[in-house]
């Protein structure tokens, strides 16, 4: 294939990949959008693969077959719920890959046309460290955090004395060790290069906390697409420098919505520390008290509303009662109750997880609403059902300035007529601060596990 | 007139580079939040065509240092091209008007 005919293949592959993400704007159009997506992806392998450079596919076909063969089981196994995971360990493939990829373009710069050994061009060679350095850190810290999202380490913020100044200090070494490679081009100092921003990636995400992670995730997502960009432009591959672009820009916004919806700077969300241990800030509970209902009351309750609005948060993913809700939901429905679900922007662990989850459990996302579209409607509901949520129906947001959760978005809970609080206990959620809903007149606790609690409704209905 | 010629075929892709982010920019805040979680699934499959570098280093048939990292790099990013347009087609599927 002749070099102007792949690179225009290259530019449709970059194409399809636009039109893939344009795809989602629209549940019905996102099916589709995913399929272009795959076609991208094919015309650019397929043209890769007719490169004259491309002679022995032995080792290319195993390697896509096991590298497949994984893939594909893991994506069909895997349980929504651990959806954050699963993307974070992806995102680390991506890193890990282009720092091979970096490294293989400097072993045999040849056959990338970049020059040969020990004589790359100085572009290249810019382009190539950016590539291996935010590789690196991609690489390492999605498994951090993996590790933390999996609970294989405590999702709590490890901080240190000097930590600041030690990764600071590490950022300027590491831009030195940059600078004298693509002076030097010398073999060792790629990998002293590669191994220093495997340790800032560590570094870099062990201090944040588990209420974080959201942020976390969209970041990553944006570092594996600018790590794509920077091998792009090392490759002088139009699809992968558009696709590096779509990405990076993408995990950006995706943090900047995740950060908005916790009222969080960025910077403050990489410096850490905050959200883990429940118990981390002390609350004065005071002598005020809070009603507690049975399932009876909750379904009598219901039952005779005209309007419910459920607000789902991560706690009933995490007690997997999503399917017990939709049964719930459909009985109201068919008791001519007009039902809908409000989702916060932070409401899972990754952006737009609660929506996956009430979608793998049939609810129809008609019924699905955003913070935005919702919050208007809470006075004129009869009842607001708040499950496995707390902290984003917390009214301090509002009225506390002194709160840690002061200035974030919430949803209006309070404003319904009547409150419906499924929670084990009293307990603070994950900001550590106690919730004034608890103890307001119209709210009714309901104190037992979330699953168990609405198939006992769905009973009492 | 400027000579055309001149200009440095890298100011081109760079060209291609920062117009890529402004697309990127404004079509992904067009994408509806409830499908927040596929369109990281669906981005981290496409930034795997990564491979396109690793296929290159996998090509030559004689075996070196630079084969072998190709390999690797094949594997991982085929993990992650299978696995996530797979994981986004079943997400997909979910999202369909149930009446």
């Given at each position: 294939m002749s070099a102007n005919l792949s690179a225009i293949a290259y530019l449709v592959s970059g194409i399809c990949f636009i039109l893939s993400l344009r795809g989602l704007s629209s549940p019905t159009s996102s099916r589709r959008g995913n399929l272009l997506g795959i076609a991208g992806m094919v015309i650019a392998v397929v043209t890769t693969l007719l490169n004259p450079g491309v002679l022995g596919y032995d080792l290319i076909l195993l390697g896509l077959a096991v590298g497949g063969a994984i893939g594909t089981i893991i994506a069909l196994r895997i349980k929504m719920a651990a959806m954050p995971q699963l993307v974070a360990a992806f995102h680390s493939l991506v890193g890990l890959a282009a720092v091979l990829v970096a490294a293989a373009a400097l072993y045999a710069p040849e056959a990338y046309g970049i020059g040969s050994a020990g004589q790359i061009k100085t572009a290249s060679l810019i382009e190539m460290t950016l590539g291996l350095a935010i590789g690196a850190v991609t690489f390492s810290g999605s498994l951090v955090a993996f590790a933390k999202l999996q609970e294989l380490v405590s999702g709590n913020p490890v901080v240190f004395p000097g930590q600041h100044l030690l990764n600071l200090f590490l950022g300027l070494v590491t831009i030195g060790v940059g600078i004298y490679f693509v002076m030097t081009q010398s073999l060792p100092a790629f990998w002293v290069l590669a191994a220093l921003a495997f340790l800032i990636g560590f570094l870099l995400i062990i201090p944040i906390g588990g209420a974080d992670m959201p942020v976390v995730i969209s970041m990553l997502n944006s570092y594996s697409g600018w790590a794509a960009a920077g091998i792009g432009f090392t490759l002088e591959n139009t699809a992968l420098i558009i696709t590096g672009a779509l990405v990076g820009s993408s995990g950006a916004i995706l943090s900047y919505i995740m950060c908005h919806a916790m009222n969080r700077s960025f910077f403050s969300v990489i410096l850490g520390g905050f959200g883990g241990d429940a118990s981390a800030a002390a609350t004065k509970r005071g002598d005020r008290t809070a009603k507690s209902g049975s399932a009876d009351d909750a379904a009598f309750i219901m039952k005779n509303a005209g309007s419910v609005i459920i607000v789902p948060g991560y706690g009933l993913a995490v007690a997997q009662a999503q399917h017990a809700l939709r049964e719930m939901a459909d009985t109201l429905k068919a008791e001519g109750v007009k039902v809908r679900h409000a989702i916060h922007p932070v409401a899972g662990r990754m952006p737009g997880h609660m929506n996956v989850l009430l979608a793998e459990a049939n609810i129809p996302y008609e019924d699905v609403l955003e913070l935005e579209e919702i919050n208007s409607d809470f006075p004129n509901t009869d009842v607001a059902f708040v499950i496995g949520a707390n902290d984003v129906t917390n009214p301090a947001a509002k009225t506390d300035p002194q709160s840690p959760i002061y200035g974030m978005p919430i949803l209006d809970v309070e404003k319904a007529k009547t409150v419906l609080f499924v929670k084990r206990s009293l307990a603070p959620g994950y900001a550590g601060i106690d919730n004034a809903v608890f103890y307001r007149d119209n709210t009714m606790m309901l104190f037992a596990d979330a699953k168990k609690m609405v198939e006992d409704i769905v009973k009492a209905l | 007139m400027v000579d055309v010629a001149a200009i440095d075929p890298?100011?081109?892709?760079?060209?291609?580079?920062?117009?890529?982010?402004?697309?990127?920019?404004?079509?992904?805040?067009?994408?509806?939040?409830?499908?927040?979680?596929?369109?990281?699934?669906?981005?981290?499959?496409?930034?795997?065509?990564?491979?396109?570098?690793?296929?290159?280093?996998?090509?030559?048939?004689?075996?070196?240092?630079?084969?072998?990292f190709g390999f690797f790099a094949i594997v991982l990013a085929a993990v992650n091209i299978f696995g996530g347009f797979v994981v986004t087609q079943r997400m997909l599927q979910m999202f369909r008007k149930k009446r």
């Open positions: - | 890298f100011v081109f892709r760079l060209a291609i580079f920062v117009l890529a982010i402004f697309v990127g920019y404004y079509v992904v805040w067009s994408v509806t939040p409830a499908l927040h979680t596929p369109l990281m699934s669906v981005t981290n499959a496409i930034s795997s065509v990564i491979i396109v570098g690793a296929l290159i280093a996998a090509g030559p048939e004689d075996m070196n240092l630079s084969k072998i």
